[in-house]
């Protein structure tokens, strides 16, 4: 049997075409109530009923009709597609077996009720479609239909299934929305639940933590908590590190399908990459423990940064660059001033006397405000040598004449030297460049931010500085002026000039009122990117998460260069890991940009993982890199541990499938006709650019013409 439906337009107004229609049932009546000439009754009925017709049929076809037929189906391919994520595993009911278990059994139910009637076509599915013989945890990590859906949608014609029977707990903790991916399959997906809801769950959803801690200051953590308790149970909340615990928190149950907020704060104690794991308090019956555990990674710098400020004398300045830097609870700040008798005057630190080697020690950054290595003396110049070598930061403020060429002489003489002419007595102003642009961002709002560097103030005692070819140009004069701002890499570590004086201004400005605040953020945000150190190793190593989830592939990203920075290709790199345990394993990168070495591969199991890497090229080491990661035991899988009904209803629904329970595969299986399991064809005609139709409304009035000339009516 075919099946034929009607459309209108959604916006048609059937309204006032039904109206229309009575109208012209009238006006056709009408037409021929006359008596004289007198007609039969049948003539007088099939001239009103053409004239009727005719109308009506006009009225209707503005309304875009199409017409609908469906068609026999185009074939008998039905893919099954069991679920192999993790979830699987877990219990199908209490006291009973696996859930994988239960779906082997509904598959070899379908298989025997729909022989005969159906093409059994057999596939598995996780986080994308698999083979059936994958077992590899990290490659069932996560469950995610919709991508899978739609991954066969974008298969050639020929070989989609005509349907799909979907077996699965229901769990969706990843991919595509399964219900759009659905109806957009253009087959219907039937859908199995495999498993029954027991007991009940608590676990962590997830944890927040700061993109960096600094050691000895208090650093906020957030639990996310889960539970399927009564809404308000008293649930403890503890922060680990390594068995130790750090601090505990209590908050109530949200209830099923909420969340609660554990805040938490913690004071690390040592600089490193901090692991910590966030567990809720055990619950008798918990059908997931897997979950009551979530690591979180954090970053830990060494308590506060260190900055050293030599200044050749007091000026304005200083006084606005030791505003900015005093009021950020992160720096800790010593200036010393140098007297006209060469002594040197703390201003932190009163009574602090000469400055020495060891005044560098657990110092980021030193700022040279005009002075020159003479002032600092041999020992003192040959430490910051060795220092700004060894990753430090410094910030050279030219001040006036002689400017940046005080800075050519000593150990770092020929590092620092720039050829330069004297100064200029027209004053410069600034004009940040795109190299430059996050360092000099002024304001969050970037139009805002290049308007208050187009009215900033200029500088003076500017010399013309020729930059060389591996200097940065972060900031230069108007139109085509001198550079400004100058960084320059020294070993490990990095240099900044500022050529010119009166920068001190930029933090006032009468029309300005955030340009007290925009000169803060401008010193801070410099001071912090000189502290951190010039990757001058050749090698480098990331890892791409430095926390991975339990179960789910790692992901290293190594970049390689040669002595002057520039990317090397055609290198053979590989890595060896090293566990807890003294568990190893070896992995190789794949090239991948320029200069840039990429190595996935399936989790190596939780634990703190150290990565040794190599890139060697013809026989020739080219370099080595450490870094390191953490593998949580926590994972998507663990988390939605309970079947889910209504994702599976809902998938079935969208697609015109059907919706059961694995455990009655057999009888759901043989309900089913031929029609509902497999797709349905249809095709659609627009009536309304048919030229049948128009072609029929011609015929109807010509035939009612005719007929009335041939009775003689005008």
């Given at each position: 049997m075919i099946g034929l439906s009607l459309h209108l337009a959604p916006n048609a107004p059937w309204a006032w075409l039904a109206l229309a229609t009575v109208a012209f049932v009238v006006l056709a009546r009408w037409a021929y109530a006359f008596r004289m000439p007198p007609l039969t009754t049948f003539t007088r009925r099939t001239l009103s009923l053409l004239r009727w017709g005719a109308l009506a049929l006009l009225a209707w076809l503005l309304a875009m009709p199409v017409l609908e037929r469906s068609l026999p189906a185009s074939g008998t391919r039905v893919l099954v597609l069991r679920d192999r994520s993790l979830s699987m595993e877990r219990p199908e009911r209490a006291g009973g077996g696996t859930r994988e278990r239960a779906a082997e059994r509904a598959l070899a139910e379908l298989r025997s009720a729909l022989r005969g009637r159906a093409r059994l076509e057999e596939g598995a599915f996780a986080s994308t479609l698999l083979a059936d013989t994958v077992r590899a945890a990290s490659e069932r990590a996560a469950s995610a239909?919709?991508?899978?859906?739609?991954?066969?949608?974008?298969?050639?014609?020929?070989?989609?299934?005509?349907?799909v029977i979907l077996l699965s707990d229901g769990a969706v903790n990843a991919g595509e929305d399964p219900v759009a991916a659905a109806r957009t399959?253009?087959?219907?997906?039937?859908?199995?639940?495999?498993?029954?809801?027991?007991?009940?769950?608590?676990g962590i959803a997830g944890v927040e933590a700061t993109s960096e801690a600094r050691v000895g200051e208090a650093t906020p953590v957030r639990v996310r908590v889960v539970s399927d308790e009564e809404r308000g149970a008293p649930i403890v909340v503890r922060l680990e590190d390594g068995g130790r615990e750090l601090t505990r928190t209590t908050v109530p149950a949200p209830g099923p399908g909420a969340e609660a907020l554990a805040e938490l704060r913690v004071v690390p104690s040592r600089a490193g990459l901090a692991l910590w794991t966030a567990l809720v308090s055990p619950l008798e019956g918990d059908t997931s423990p897997d979950n009551d555990a979530h690591g979180?990674?954090?970053?830990?710098?060494?308590g506060k940064l260190g900055v050293l400020v030599l200044s050749a004398g007091l000026n304005w300045d200083l006084a606005f660059l030791r505003r900015a830097l005093s009021g950020d609870s992160t720096v800790e700040l010593d200036t010393r001033v140098r007297e006209a008798s060469g002594a040197w005057q703390a201003l932190e630190r009163p009574g602090a006397g000469s400055v020495s080697p060891g005044d560098l020690t657990g110092r980021s950054v030193?700022?040279?405000d005009a002075v020159s290595a003479a002032d600092l003396g041999p020992a003192l110049d040959l430490g910051l040598a060795n220092f700004v070598r060894g990753g430090g930061g410094l910030l050279l403020i030219a001040g006036p004449a002689p400017g940046a060429a005080r800075f050519a002489s000593g150990q770092l003489g020929r590092d620092l030297a720039f050829r330069s002419s004297a100064p200029s007595a027209?004053?410069?102003?600034?004009?940040?460049?795109?190299?430059?642009?996050?360092?000099?961002?002024?304001?969050d709002d970037p139009a805002r931010g290049a308007r208050a560097w187009?009215?900033?103030a200029p500088l003076a005692d500017v010399s013309a500085l020729a930059p060389g070819g591996a200097d940065r140009l972060l900031l230069v004069g108007r139109d085509g002026g001198p550079p400004l701002w100058l960084a320059r890499a020294i070993g490990r570590g990095q240099a900044l000039l500022v050529n010119g004086t009166g920068f001190w201004r930029w933090s006032l400005d009468g029309t300005d009122e955030l340009a007290g605040e925009r000169g803060r953020r401008l010193w801070r945000k410099t001071i912090r990117w000189l502290a951190e150190p010039v990757h001058g190793e050749l090698l480098r190593v990331t890892a791409e998460r430095r926390l991975v989830p339990g179960g789910e592939p790692v992901r290293l990203d190594a970049l390689l260069q040669d002595a002057r920075f520039h990317p090397v290709g055609g290198a053979d790199v590989s890595a060896e890991l090293s566990g807890s345990g003294g568990a190893s394993r070896r992995v190789a990168f794949s090239p991948g940009g320029p200069g840039a070495y990429t190595a996935t591969f399936p989790s190596p199991g939780a634990g703190r993982w150290q990565v040794n890497v190599r890139a060697t090229r013809d026989g020739r080491e080219l370099g080595r890199a450490r870094g390191e990661f953490v593998v949580d035991r926590w994972t998507?899988?663990?988390?939605?541990?309970?079947?889910?009904?209504?994702?599976?209803?809902?998938?079935a629904s969208a697609s015109g499938g059907r919706f059961g329970v694995a455990r009655d595969a057999a009888a759901w299986a043989r309900s089913l006709d031929a029609r509902a399991l497999?797709?349905?064809?249809?095709a659609s005609t627009r009536l309304w650019e048919s030229p049948w139709l128009f072609a029929m409304v011609v015929a109807m009035l010509s035939v009612e013409w005719g007929w009335r000339r041939r009775r003689g009516l005008m």
């Open positions: 239909p919709g991508s899978v859906l739609s991954e066969i949608a974008r298969l050639p014609v020929e070989r989609r299934p005509d349907g399959l253009g087959v219907p997906v039937h859908t199995l639940l495999v498993g029954e809801r027991t007991g009940v769950d608590r979180v990674a954090v970053p830990v710098a060494p030193v700022v040279l027209v004053p410069v102003g600034p004009e940040p460049l795109e190299s430059g642009a996050e360092l000099l961002a002024w304001d187009r009215e900033a998507l899988e663990a988390l939605r541990a309970q079947p889910d009904s209504a994702s599976m209803m809902a998938i497999v797709r349905h064809r249809t």
